[in-house]
């Protein structure tokens, strides 16, 4: 069991920057691999990128590699996912998700999520 809150969102234009934090509750934080996903309205809810349980795999939407970071501090119970070089396409609801075990990039196999944070990206 999890509890999750991301923040860091707002409103930023293109070309811009954001970094955005889910701070994790429970004592075994490092036995879930993370995952950011996003949901722009009218949309499905799509995968970003995801971190195995130590942090030392990443992976990546075809659509965000090269411009976004994923990575975690274990010991603050903190995932991040830094964006770079935004356009207005990254406009969404960003949520942080969690599940025991190895990474998935499909939504259906996240067990915990949070709340979810605001992007928007003007042109």
């Known amino acids: 069991q999890v509890q999750l809150v991301e923040s860091g969102g707002g409103l930023v234009q293109g070309g811009g920057s954001l970094r955005l934090s889910c701070a994790a509750s429970?004592?075994?934080?490092?036995?879930?691999?993370m995952g950011w996903f996003r949901q722009a309205p009218g949309k499905e809810r799509e995968f970003v990128a995801t971190?195995?349980?130590?942090?030392?795999?990443?992976g990546y939407a075809d659509s965000v590699k090269g411009r976004f970071t994923i990575s975690r501090d274990n010991a603050k119970n903190t995932v991040y996912l830094q964006m770079n070089s935004l356009k207005p396409e990254d406009t969404a609801v960003y949520y942080c998700?969690?599940?025991?075990?190895?990474?998935?990039?499909?939504?259906?196999?996240?067990?915990?999520w949070g709340q979810g944070t605001q992007v928007t990206v003007s042109s």
């Open positions: 998700a969690a599940r025991k075990g190895v990474t998935k990039i499909t939504p259906s196999e996240y067990n915990y």
């Open positions: 429970g004592r075994t934080f490092s036995t879930y691999a």
């Open positions: 971190v195995s349980r130590s942090g030392g795999t990443t």
